[in-house]
């Protein structure tokens, strides 16, 4: 599938060390974010969410971090291997059902 | 569980044309959206439904554009007529409630 932007920015990995995604949000009053990942010629798949009233959540080799003083959210994945090469979106989520998604990361796993 | 089920995967059609694209969300999930995915404008939300129901039709770009759901298992987007630059990938998502959507494969749709 598509990605977005022509100009997404890309973090280059070594296979195996940790890798680290940022995302800005933009909606102080959001309190629901999620973490997709979204593999070339595929929909967006879902990796990890976490609501506002916590700073951390943790998955299976990837944790996500929440700072609503300065609006961030963090991706982070240990060991990051060639399948974790993808395009990364972070999403944001007030009252509403909308979902307001970033623009993405491209993440590439060097062998 | 199948997951969310889009068809077709490919369509190439010609500028003028009706199009539809069909989704079948995840048995129980009670939401239901369409999405469009360009290079240039990434995810746009095209429209949500609720227990079948349109409640938010703001993102269909044109009259052209028409989704239905008739029931909880099954829902089509519309094109008509189709033009250039309605080439795309069309992906349709369910939830269950607000949480987290969870995406079909989507479809690619290419008009010529």
Redesign the interface.
């Known amino acids: 599938?598509?990605?977005?932007?022509?100009h997404l920015p890309t973090l280059s990995v070594q296979e195996g060390d940790n890798s680290i995604i940022n995302c800005a949000y933009s909606n102080s009053a959001s309190d629901?974010f999620?973490w997709?990942k979204q593999e070339s010629?595929?929909?967006?798949?879902?990796i990890i969410?976490i609501r506002s009233n916590m700073d951390k959540r943790q998955g299976q080799r990837v944790t996500v971090l929440l700072n609503k003083t300065v609006k961030h959210l963090s991706l982070q994945i240990a060991a990051t291997q060639p399948g974790d090469s993808a395009v990364y979106?972070c999403a944001e989520?007030g009252s509403?059902?909308?979902?307001i998604?970033g623009?993405?990361t491209r993440l590439l796993v060097r062998p | 569980d199948a997951g969310?089920i889009q068809s077709p995967r490919h369509e190439v059609t010609e500028m003028g044309q009706e199009v539809t694209l069909r989704c079948k969300p995840i048995s129980g999930h009670n939401?239901l959206f369409w999405y469009r995915?360009?290079?240039?404008?990434?995810?746009e939300?095209l429209i949500?439904f609720?227990n079948n129901v349109p409640?938010?039709d703001s993102g269909m770009p044109e009259d052209r554009f028409s989704a239905k759901m008739p029931n909880a298992s099954f829902s089509t987007l519309k094109i008509q007529p189709s033009e250039p630059r309605d080439s795309?990938?069309y992906?349709c998502?369910s939830s269950f409630g607000?949480?987290?959507?969870?995406?079909?494969?989507?479809t690619?749709l290419t008009v010529t």
């Open positions: 599938g598509e990605s977005v932007g022509l629901y999620i997709y010629g595929k929909g967006p798949q879902f969410d979106f989520k509403s059902y909308k979902l998604f623009s993405g | 969310v939401s995915q360009t290079m240039m404008r990434g995810l939300l949500y609720n409640i938010d795309a990938v992906f998502a607000f949480d987290e959507q969870y995406f079909g494969p989507g690619r």
